[in-house]
């Protein structure tokens, strides 16, 4: 059974780092890419970042490119988000991702908030 499970959220002030991670379980996570979201109160999910199955290429939205990393260990099924110099419109819950078949699953998501 799919399952995604994200944790290591939490608060921080303005120019912190936190480093969320995404623990995934019941398919082989080596072969799919992963990807993060966020979703900030009364606005529309977005997609933060996406991290390759093989290359573990990466790409970001506009808005976190140069601050945030996505890494993977694939050996222990984890995906991570490495955020740099939080910013408070950073404030969202993030959810890990992944796509297979037909179906999208969903970690729980793990609220970040920036603020001093």
């Known amino acids: 059974q799919v399952q995604l499970v994200g944790s290591g959220g939490g608060l921080v002030q303005p120019g912190g780092s936190l480093r969320p991670s995404c623990k995934a379980s019941?398919?082989?996570?080596?072969?799919?890419?992963m990807h993060w979201y966020r979703q900030a109160p009364g606005k529309e999910r977005e997609l933060v970042g996406r991290?390759?199955?093989?290359?573990?290429?990466?790409n970001y939205a506009d808005s976190v490119k140069g601050r945030f990393g996505i890494s993977r260990d694939n050996a222990n099924h984890t995906m991570y988000l490495q955020m740099n110099n939080l910013k408070p419109e950073d404030t969202a819950v993030y959810y890990c991702?992944?796509?297979?078949?037909?179906?999208?699953?969903w970690g729980q998501g793990t609220q970040v908030t920036v603020s001093s």
């Open positions: 991702h992944v796509h297979i078949w037909l179906s999208d699953f």
């Open positions: 019941g398919f082989a996570f080596s072969l799919y890419s």
């Open positions: 991290i390759t199955s093989t290359s573990g290429s990466t």
